[in-house]
Nanobody, 122 residues
Framework: QLVESGGGSVQAGGSLRLSCQAL????????IGWFRQAPGKQREGVAA????????YYAGSVQGRFTIAYDNAKNTIYLRMNDLRQADTAVYYC??????????????????WGQGTQVTVS
């Protein structure tokens, strides 16, 4: 189980940090991704990280603005979002997988999901 927090409303150009705490499993055995889904749109991958070697991947639309990180001691993954834009408005989800295809940021590759947290940029 994954539990997200940290969403909210922010003006364009602002920042937010999302958190995702893993319950009942340890993130050091998984690759973790952040996804988002805006109204009327498909869920899309935003960023992912391998806790094995710290390799990261980002969608082109967030490259240079978003940073994914984790804290093994807290069993928590973070998504730091800077220079937020209206186009970033969505429900954000974290997800976990052991698949070798984790870096493709494809939702079907991930099998453990959180409930989502709303991010609204005005």
């Amino acid at each position: 189980q994954l539990v997200e927090s940290g969403g909210g409303s922010v003006q364009a150009g602002g920042s937010l940090r999302l958190s995702c705490q893993a319950l009942r499993f340890f993130i050091d055995s998984y690759c973790i991704g952040w996804f988002r889904q805006a109204p009327g749109k498909q869920r899309e991958g935003v960023a992912a990280i391998s806790t094995e070697d710290d390799t990261t991947y980002y969608a082109g639309s967030v490259q240079g603005r978003f940073t994914i990180a984790y804290d093994n001691a807290k069993n928590t993954i973070y998504l730091r979002m800077n220079d937020l834009r209206q186009a970033d408005t969505a429900v954000y989800y974290c997800a976990a997988t052991t698949s070798e295809w984790w870096y493709r940021l494809i939702p079907n590759v991930y099998n453990i999901w959180g409930q989502g947290t709303q991010v609204t940029v005005s």
